[in-house]
């Protein structure tokens, strides 16, 4: 028996971020057959009837719709998340020069919604904010676009907010905790050690069978993704960059290898957005409804 990775064995998969994950790789709301659906999840370890409820569910939320029986796509409201999920293969074009200053918002919890303040935070946190104070929440403004596009990035995520500015000049005692606020040495370890894991598992590959092969891309790929999405893209003083870009260079080779995998599952005439990859979580989480 082949000894899969133990990052890759850990994960967890439910059958309702299985469902959005499958969906989310099919080409502009591509349509699934329920039975593909299921034949995924058995490969995965997911009971059928598990799938079958939870598409049930996710419809009624919104993230899947059916408009035939037994044909399933995205819904829209897994969209914006999902795009945001997709963009992690160009996440470093996101990226620009940093001049020191920083993006940040008031974000006061709200005992009266809590749902949306939970929202909220899972949304800052995506796009690399974290407290400065109780409610100021900041990163570095080295992303394209600065103070405006990061609040179109909140609008679209249905993050919910108040005032969104720059701030600068920072006493030295500020600035310091400021940049402390991420555990820049365990990103860069988290960096070198997924590398490292999808170059093994990209070596184990060809002795696996197909099914084994697509099991363990979806589970470690999902780990890399998700890793690359929730990266707080922090600038050059702050970390060390070449690692970052090392790790997204090595997933987008882990990407292609993944989708040869799964091209059988999904027909020889669909071209996967991606590789099926366990990062269906973040959807359901971060959904508004």
């Not at 009837?49 to 719709?65: P, Q, T």
């Not at 620009?96 to 005992?111: C, I, R, T, Y």
């Amino acid at each position: 028996m082949v000894q899969r990775s133990k990052q890759a064995s850990r994960a967890v998969i439910s059958a309702k971020s299985l469902a959005i994950d499958l969906l989310s790789t099919m080409p502009a709301r591509y349509p699934v057959p329920v039975g593909s659906l299921i034949h995924a999840a058995g490969i995965l370890g997911i009971a059928e009837n598990s799938m079958r409820v939870a598409l049930v569910r996710l419809r009624e939320r919104g993230l899947v719709e059916s408009d035939e029986r037994g044909l399933y796509r995205l819904g829209a409201s897994a969209g914006p998340v999902n795009r945001h999920v997709l963009s992690w293969r160009s996440i470093e074009e996101q990226i620009g020069p940093w001049d020191g200053s920083w993006v940040a918002l008031e974000a006061a919890s709200s005992s009266a919604d809590r749902g949306a303040t939970r929202r909220r935070q899972r949304a800052l946190h995506l796009i690399g904010f974290r407290p400065l104070t109780r409610t100021l929440h900041v990163r570095p403004n080295n992303l394209n676009g600065g103070v405006d596009a990061m609040r179109q990035r909140l609008d679209t995520l249905g993050a919910g907010h108040g005032p969104v500015f720059q701030l600068s000049e920072f006493d030295a005692e500020t600035e310091t905790l400021a940049r402390e606020l991420w555990n820049a040495r365990a990103l860069e370890v988290g960096y070198r050690k997924t590398c490292a894991s999808l170059e093994a598992s990209a070596k184990r590959m060809p002795g696996l069978s197909n099914e084994e092969a697509m099991s363990e891309s979806f589970r470690l790929g999902g780990e890399a993704v998700r890793q690359i999405v929730l990266d707080p893209l922090l600038p050059t003083p702050i970390i060390d960059t070449k690692a970052r870009r090392a790790l997204v260079k090595a997933m987008q080779r882990y990407d292609r290898l993944g989708r040869r995998y799964w091209s059988a599952w999904a027909g020889e005439s669909v071209e996967l957005e991606r590789s099926p990859a366990a990062v269906g979580q973040m959807a359901s989480g971060l959904s508004p409804v």
